[in-house]
């Protein structure tokens, strides 16, 4: 077991890190306050290769590991959650199931473009009626000649709009399983610009403000056959073992946050002075900072080893529940105590802390709830 990062990826981490304190950071206040989808940054990370991370150079990829990926989101996180997301939506949600699922042709006519940032992803499973409820969704697909027919809607959806590939779940009949009708559902690859396919509203949200949250419309949305990724029927699953990579994203964007809170603080207890002393030096403020700095350590060890699972195990829903259940809940206490170490100057827009802990509380909502998380994680100590 080696607890040490070796070379290679800390010379990763150190492109991650400038590239964030020098391009990232300068607009994340504006890209908050504006609500505004940061285009031109995503622009730049795509000229650095952030976009193509976990994709093999086969595919015009960077070809590195899940962790390298994991950094990326964790360092743009500790300054700004927006960008964060914008990059673990596409590369988590969108590549990976092409990449895991996609025949042949799909990897070639979709992951270059991903990978290079020409293109960028995102994925469509909730509804209105259908959350935690996944399997409650109303959208269809039915099969016409050589085009598959889409109706239906989806919400939320991260990069909705700015991204040009969607992964769409949607029923395409029912089954019968011991006896009962169940839904049969697939998953599709449906392009932006598609006639029926729209976008409805935009969400107007407490956090993570420049990503990009929209309703998704489709009107007899016609695709072609072959746009079914993996075999029909499998849509489900493809949708949850999507997921299960994705809260590894989630989690280096949680653990992303509670490190920049983390940092902001230390910095501002040094210098803040009360009672004629600088207020790290009441006991109060170290026991604090003690305590967020140890839960940080134990996430970003958790987060990491979901990493490294997703790199060498065929399951790990486990790690990848526990990772995002636990920096998520993390990153909600230590940016509360961040703002609460910044006094009043926490609760004003100009100090960071308070953007922080507004990105950070959707980290425990979504890819999944923290109550989903348990539920995996008991599901699996008690099968
Ligand atoms: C900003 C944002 C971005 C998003 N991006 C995407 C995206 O890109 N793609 C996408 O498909 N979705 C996306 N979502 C949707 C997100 O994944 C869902 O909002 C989330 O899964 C919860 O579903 P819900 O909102 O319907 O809540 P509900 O399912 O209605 O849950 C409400 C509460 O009830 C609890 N609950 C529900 N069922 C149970 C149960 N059986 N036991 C215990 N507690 C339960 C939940 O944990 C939660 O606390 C996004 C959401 C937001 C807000």
């Excluded at 994925?123 to 889409?150: H, I, N, R």
């Excluded at 949708?239 to 280096?252: F, K, N, S, V």
């Excluded at 983390?262 to 604090?288: D, P």
């Excluded at 970003?300 to 809940?329: F, I």
Aim: glycine share 10%; proline share 3%.
């Amino acid at each position: 077991m080696d607890f040490a990062l070796d070379k290679k990826h800390e010379m990763a981490r150190n492109l991650f890190k400038d590239f964030a304190e020098n391009e990232v950071k300068p607009l994340a206040q504006e890209v908050d306050e504006t609500e505004t989808f940061p285009r031109e940054t995503v622009d730049k990370m795509a000229k650095y290769g952030f976009l193509g991370i976990p994709v093999p150079k086969e595919y015009g990829g960077q070809g590195c590991d899940p962790l390298t990926y994991v950094m990326c989101v964790e360092e743009l996180s500790k300054v700004c959650g927006t960008t964060g997301v914008i990059v673990s939506a596409h590369t988590s949600l969108c590549i990976d199931p092409i990449l895991t699922y996609g025949t042949e042709e799909q990897k070639q006519k979709y992951l270059p473009k991903l990978a290079s940032g020409e293109w960028l992803g995102a994925f469509g499973l909730t509804e209105p009626g259908a959350g935690t409820d996944a399997q409650g969704q109303q959208t269809k697909a039915v099969l016409d000649g050589d085009e598959w027919v889409l109706n239906g809607s989806k919400c939320f959806i991260t990069n909705g709009k700015e991204a040009n590939v969607y992964i769409i779940i949607a029923v395409t009949g029912t089954v019968e399983k011991r006896g009962r009708k169940q839904k049969e559902i697939s998953s599709f690859i449906v392009e932006k610009g598609t006639p029926g396919f729209t976008f409805g509203t935009k969400e107007k949200k407490m956090g993570i403000r420049g990503s990009s949250t929209y309703e998704l419309i489709f009107q007899d949305c016609r695709i072609p056959k072959d746009n079914l990724l993996g075999p029909k029927g499998k849509g489900f699953n493809i949708a949850m073992h999507t997921l299960d990579g994705g809260r590894i994203g989630i989690a280096a964007q949680a653990l992303g946050l509670a490190e920049g809170a983390l940092e902001a603080t230390v910095s501002y207890v040094k210098e803040r002075k009360q009672f004629g002393r600088t207020i790290a030096q009441f006991q109060n403020t170290q026991f604090q900072l003690a305590d967020m700095a140890t839960k940080v350590e134990a996430a970003k060890n958790l987060v990491y080893r979901a990493a490294m699972a997703k790199a060498t195990q065929k399951s790990y829903s486990v790690e990848a529940a526990m990772a995002k259940l636990y920096a998520a809940e993390v990153a909600m206490e230590v940016t509360t105590k961040a703002v609460q170490l910044h006094g009043g100057y926490g609760y004003i827009r100009e100090y960071d802390v308070e953007r922080m802990m507004r990105d950070a509380k959707i980290t425990e909502i979504y890819e999944g709830t923290s109550e989903v998380q348990r539920m995996v994680i008991s599901g699996s100590l008690l099968k």
